[in-house]
């Protein structure tokens, strides 16, 4: 038998790893890495570029040193290696923009035990019942996510020869955008929820997109689908699902498919085991206090839905620095 623990060492580590993560989501709320991009400023100055009084944000600052997003040397802040990339505004990988559904995912896992007590999802995300302007917002703050997601995607995998492509699930449409955009030959159709189409019909407007995405109002679990696309792609849908919702979404896309189309599943993703990795076994928190049903999904639970729905070719990567996973497959000839 181990001798019992001298001190609570691993419960002081996630309470300070905690603090490091509220303080890196204050810097990328105020912006404050992107006027250290041409180098080492004093607190004074990096609060007159950021538009706030030095004292309180001095404090913020010696926390970002600690989390080692900033560096500090002679009373002069820098940015590390990692924020100068990913969190200076302008950057080709910038996921500073991430802030507002950092806090929205935070927030509600302070209502984890009420959830769990209650028996119900304490912070429910409910289009149905919420009013446009905050649907609008919410949509708008998940493009920040769903866009470096596309261009992830376009690194990775060739869509020249794509003539037709279906986001399911679409939200604001950031995805089909940004693929279309990139591949003239291209058109797409974006499927949401009713109260999310004329959101998304907004949003591709306002891209000089209406001529090439068409959005289209279906329930992917109890609705056939718009037919004959090349590939469909699917991020944050089937972890809302029930398992049962699930397999028959994953149904009625592969329906919508040609004869040798792909579908792309960006997610969370589980190892079998469950506890691994960490990003999509702390995302069932999300699901706890957000949605009546849904979790983070097994790798074999998504393979047996595509197998049941005639894909072939299943593959699983690891795909975005967000942690998210990939399964791939090929509908069957």
């Known amino acids: 038998m181990e001798n019992p623990p001298s001190s609570p060492r691993r419960i002081n580590q996630l309470r300070s790893e905690a603090d490091a993560a509220f303080a890196m989501l204050a810097g990328m709320q105020l912006d404050v890495f992107t006027p250290l991009k041409n180098g080492p400023m004093t607190a004074e100055q990096i609060a007159a570029a950021v538009g706030v009084a030095p004292t309180r ?3 913020l600052l010696y926390c970002l040193v600690a989390a080692e997003l900033l560096t500090e040397k002679n009373g002069k802040f820098s940015n590390s290696a990692e924020a100068n990339q990913f969190l200076v505004e302008g950057s080709p990988a910038y996921i500073g923009n991430k802030h507002a559904s950092l806090a929205h995912r935070w927030s509600t896992s302070l209502k984890t035990a009420e959830s769990i007590r209650l028996g119900g999802p ?11 302007e905050e649907v609008e917002k919410f949509l708008r703050n998940i493009n920040a996510n769903t866009v ?3 261009r992830a995607l376009l690194e990775r995998y060739d869509f020249s020869a794509v003539k037709k492509l279906m986001d399911v699930g679409s939200g604001g ?23 999310v189409v004329p959101i998304a019909r907004k949003i591709v407007s306002e891209q000089g997109m209406s001529d090439r995405i068409d959005v289209v109002a279906a329930n992917v679990v109890t609705d056939s689908l718009p037919r004959n696309h090349d590939v469909a792609v699917v991020r944050g849908l089937l972890q809302v699902l029930s398992p049962e919702d699930a397999r028959l979404a994953v149904k009625n896309i592969g329906a919508a498919l040609n004869q040798d189309g792909k579908i792309f599943i960006i997610g969370q993703i589980l190892d079998d085991s469950r506890t691994s990795p960490a990003e999509a076994v702390g995302f069932n928190l999300a699901f706890i206090n957000s949605y009546d049903a849904g979790e ?10 595509l197998t049941e729905a005639g894909f072939v070719d299943i593959q699983r990567a690891e795909f975005l620095l967000d942690g998210s996973g990939l399964m791939t497959a090929r509908k069957r000839p």
């Open 122 to 132: 304490q912070a429910k995300l409910d289009f149905s019942n919420s009013p446009p």
């Open 173 to 195: 449409a950031g995805l089909a955008i940004t693929i279309t955009n990139a591949h003239p030959q291209l058109k797409a159709t974006a499927v949401d929820l009713p109260q």
């Open 57 to 59: 944000l001095r404090l």
């Open 148 to 150: 470096p997601a596309a």
């Open 296 to 305: 983070s999904y097994t790798e074999s639970e998504h393979r047996a839905w």
